[in-house]
């Protein structure tokens, strides 16, 4: 051999060809290790970014309403129920509602139409609702919050509707029919809406006497048994005066139908808001009640006042009781119950 010259090793002994196998193979895992390494490091560097990125802020608890079409106080607009706080009409309740809403932007709101009996149902299940359509009752304080609103106003004094051709059989002198005289007279059928409160006075009279007490049938709203009464399916129901007013002027023509106001007929004195007795319900019910201390203390109550009832003038009576009431709903504490 030369010399400082190496020659290939021809014919490499046993022990050398296993110290090759050996290192061949050494090799070839590293290359897969770091194979491995670089594809997870590619692959943390395409999700780093997006884990970076901070999750969408949960979704606003849920407040149900209930609805119903109760002209004047709760009015569909073009017939159909409010799908969105702006759809809702500018009567006494959906209008009071609509402002209520405005401030209670914690919540998403849905509106769902149901009668008062499935109401009431779905609510002793268990599901959390609210209303603006329920007067306060003893009974119903043990399934439903309530909070006070607003006084209401003379429009929510119940009268005794009749034909005005029949007018004479209920003559009184020129004074209110008393409630009590009228369920004593075994001539004259009365037919009422099913659950519907009248408020206290009113629905105690007819709970002590049930036997004389008008027949009730389920009815989606009052006004569906004022056709019923103009075609003598019954002598007298009860309702609100506007409500026979709007039906009168919408159905002209004979027979007419007439209003005559009850000594016990002022259904309630205090408008209210009302929700389940859930956890849901309480919260939401305390909120309500913060919303109204707040337009109670709003320093322009005169323009949100006039927005609520569509600049329709309210009775000087009656916005005398109404400023009264805001100016303690403003400086007093909660009225929950």
């Known amino acids: ?14 022990a050398r060809r296993r110290v090759r196998a050996a290192a061949g193979c050494l090799a070839s895992a590293i290359a897969v290790v770091m194979a491995g390494i670089v594809a997870a490091l590619g ?31 709760f009015v569909y607009r073009d017939g159909k129920p409010p799908q969105r706080a702006d759809e809702l009409g500018q009567g006494e309740v959906d209008g009071f509602l609509k402002l209520l809403i405005e401030r209670m932007p914690q919540f998403r709101h ?5 009668s008062l009996p499935r109401f009431e149902a779905q609510v002793r299940q268990g599901e959390t609702l609210c209303s603006v359509l329920h007067v306060r009752t003893p009974e ?19 009268h005794v509707v009749v034909r005005r051709d029949d007018l004479s059989r209920f003559e009184a002198n020129g004074q209110p029919l008393q409630l009590a005289d009228l369920l004593r007279r075994t001539d004259l059928t009365g037919l009422l809406p099913r659950d519907r409160s009248y408020g206290p006075r009113i629905d105690k009279l007819l709970a002590a006497n049930p036997e004389r007490a008008p027949r009730s049938i389920v009815a989606g709203r009052g006004a569906q048994l004022l056709p019923m009464l103009r075609a003598k399916r019954m002598d007298y129901t009860l309702e609100y005066p506007i409500t026979v007013d709007e039906y009168n002027a919408a159905h002209p023509g004979a027979p007419e139908l007439a209003k005559l ?6 259904s309630t004195s ?18 309500m009640d913060q919303a109204v201390r707040q337009l109670a203390a709003d320093p322009q109550r005169e323009a ?6 569509n600049s329709v003038p309210i009775d000087a009576d009656d916005l005398q009781r109404l400023n009264r009431f805001l100016d303690e709903r403003a400086r007093g504490p909660a009225q929950i119950e």
């Open 140 to 158: 119903r304080l043990q399934w439903l919050y309530f909070t006070t609103l607003h006084p209401a106003m003379m429009s929510r004094q119940i």
């Open 43 to 73: 692959t943390l560097g395409a999700v780093a970014p997006a884990a970076a990125q901070p999750s969408p802020p949960p979704a606003p608890p849920l407040l149900r309403w209930m609805v119903q079409d109760m002209p004047p106080h």
């Open 304 to 309: 949100w006042i006039k927005s609520w009832r």
């Open 261 to 266: 106001p009850l000594a016990e007929g002022r």
């Open 110 to 114: 849905e509106f769902i139409e149901l």
């Open 1 to 14: 051999m030369g010399r400082g010259r190496l020659t290939p090793d021809r014919h490499p002994t046993p």
């Open 270 to 287: 205090i408008a209210t808001a009302g929700c389940s007795r859930t956890p849901e319900g309480r919260r939401a019910i305390e909120a």
